[in-house]
């Protein structure tokens, strides 16, 4: 026996295969890099504090959800440009500022329903072009957004 090997049952030899690639040519292991990403947020206020993280990181952009929708002259990626609020809701929630998801409308909603005026109606592309409107005016900055998502997110916790 040598003083390099390694008692191991007999089932794990099995089960392991030799060409794992964590596995080095001597029968050692080295350590393998995992990347995790960060879990996506699963209530409304989680979803609202990370778009008011994304929107504070990447800046508010008015007139549309970003800049250069269609790539024609920038290569930056969606997640990684200004966005609108609800942009920034989406891309929070589904991992892209275009993709829609039952969360990110509930969240709109909730925002479009917490703003001063009131929506004319309540369908879902109403509640988006209210937050929209809202974060379209004039002089609107990242600042004002983030404040509202996040005092819109933790309402409940100075409620009680």
């Known amino acids: 026996m040598t003083t390099n090997s ?8 099995q089960s392991e295969p030799l060409t ?8 050692g292991r ?3 890099l995992v990347l995790l990403s960060a879990p996506r947020p699963a209530t409304v206020p989680s979803a609202l504090l990370a778009a008011a993280r994304i929107l504070q990181t990447n800046g508010l952009w008015q007139d549309d959800f970003i800049p250069d929708p269609f790539d024609r002259q920038m290569t930056t990626p969606h997640a990684s440009r ?3 609020i609800v942009a920034a809701i989406r891309c929070a929630v589904a991992g892209d500022p275009g993709r829609e998801s039952q ?32 974060g379209d005016e004039p002089g609107r ?9 996040e005092r819109l997110a933790t309402s409940s ?3 009680a």
Request: proline share 9%; net charge negative; charged share 20%.
């Open 141 to 149: 900055t990242t600042d004002d957004a983030v404040a509202l998502l």
């Open 30 to 32: 080295r350590p393998a």
């Open 103 to 134: 969360l990110a409308d509930t969240a709109i909603g909730y925002v479009a329903l917490s703003l001063d005026d009131e929506p004319g109606r309540t369908d879902t592309f109403s509640l988006r072009t209210h937050v929209e409107n809202w």
């Open 6 to 13: 390694i008692a191991r049952s007999p089932h794990s030899a």
């Open 157 to 159: 916790e100075r409620a």
């Open 82 to 84: 200004p966005m609108s």
């Open 20 to 27: 794992s690639p964590t596995n080095l040519p001597a029968g």
